[in-house]
């Protein structure tokens, strides 16, 4: 590869600092930037950029690059977030790390890397870009139990032609393993799991402060109102923590775990089911719309596979394709398949890209509301 000008995402986690020290290795340019994305509760204990930069400037020091600390919270908040509001006001569940890579990391960030003078980008994502020609394709981690790609899928030709992913060849032992052996101050930093940017935090406390909701019953698989809901906006189908739930049944025993199983947003009821096995957590289809095709047009229809949900196994699927709708159908049925999240596309180790789930196949559930 010849000699370039690097922009890298410097998050203050140990994958983005590895990748800094491996293409500074290889004799780039490389220049640092961590993005502050999110302003209100900054100061608060769940939000942690403050302290995230001093481990990125740290970093920068102990590689030896320029760090620069740029405010992207205003497009987080228009781009993302406003999204994300919008989507569980509607009852659906987003990924907001799909949304965020999409228009944050590879189109904010990404935009203001080439004003830099930067010929790449590079993130700590465990994921590849494979060129051939001038097509790039988007390919697995090949730590497969860290494996990013699902949440990239919506990235384009010409942000994959802009991006390096340095870590993508590495497993996440090796990652580590570098990064102490360079004395990085971050080596044994634990991996970061709450919403993009946003931190870890309570979730349906974060979402009360901008989301009110009506309580309505919790129904069973009979209709027979088992609890109350604080407000279909604050569950996810198959959610099983956080029901308020429970106890034992009449011939003794504890219950089997409830697991929520359909929202009813004509009758504000949630529909609940106990047991992970439970027919109305199948799904045999699925339907995506606002499609995204990291070739820039879709694969041919037949025989692929597909995840449902992030670290999910690949399901074998059938694609079929009509008027800006993907339908998927699965050879087993698929587990609490979600409105609102991803359903990405794979060829082997290849993304193809994917859709926002919008229907899925709950025929029992559908009954049941409509009785």
């Known amino acids: 590869m ?15 600092a590895v990748s800094a020290w491996l293409l500074k290795r290889q004799g780039h340019e490389v220049v640092g930037v961590f993005m502050k994305n999110w302003e ?38 228009d781009r993302v977030f406003a999204e ?21 990391k590879f189109k904010a960030f990404l935009d203001h890397a080439l004003r830099l003078g930067a010929q790449k980008i590079a993130t700590g994502h465990y994921a590849r870009v494979r060129e051939l020609g001038a097509r790039f394709e988007l390919l697995k981690g090949l730590d497969p139990a860290k494996d990013q790609s699902y949440f990239l899928h919506r990235l384009n030709q010409a942000q994959l032609a802009r991006t390096l992913f340095p870590v993508g060849e590495l497993r996440k032992t090796e990652v580590r393993r570098i990064a102490a052996e360079i004395g ?21 406390e974060f979402l009360e402060r901008y989301l009110s909701d009506d309580a309505g019953p919790m129904l069973d698989e009979h209709g027979r109102e088992v609890g109350r809901h604080v407000g279909l906006s604050f569950y996810t189908l198959g959610q099983r923590q956080g029901l308020g739930i429970g106890g034992l049944r009449a011939g003794g025993g504890e219950h089997a775990p ?12 949630l529909h609940v089911v106990q ?8 799904s045999s289809w699925l339907e995506a719309e ?12 037949g025989p692929l596979a597909a995840k449902t949900r992030y670290r999910q196994a690949d399901a074998p699927c059938v694609l079929s394709l009509a008027q800006g709708v993907a339908r998927l ?17 794979y060829d082997g180790e290849r993304c193809l890209g994917g859709g926002v789930i919008a229907r899925c196949a709950v025929p029992a559930v559908r009954a049941m509301a409509r009785a």
């Open 84 to 104: 994300f509001l919008r989507e569980y006001a509607a009852g659906r569940t987003p990924n907001p790390d799909v949304l965020c890579n999409a228009e944050i």
């Open 258 to 269: 409830w697991y929520v199983a359909h929202k009813d947003l004509q009758r504000n009821a």
């Open 184 to 204: 990085l101050p971050n080596a044994k930093k634990k991996d970061s799991t709450g919403i993009c940017f946003i931190g870890e935090r309570p979730f349906r």
């Open 2 to 16: 010849p000699k370039m000008r690097i922009v890298v995402g410097l998050s203050g986690g140990v994958d983005s």
């Open 275 to 282: 047991g992970h096995g439970h027919p109305w957590l199948q």
């Open 40 to 77: 209100d509760d900054d100061a608060g204990e769940y939000c942690s950029s403050n302290a995230d930069f001093v481990d990125a400037a740290a970093v920068a020091d102990v590689i030896g690059i320029e760090i620069e600390h740029v405010n992207f919270a205003a497009e987080y908040k």
């Open 290 to 301: 606002d499609l995204s095709w990291v070739a820039g047009a879709p694969p041919a229809p």
């Open 329 to 345: 159908e699965f050879a087993t049925p698929q587990w609490a398949v979600t409105p609102g999240q991803s359903a990405v596309l």
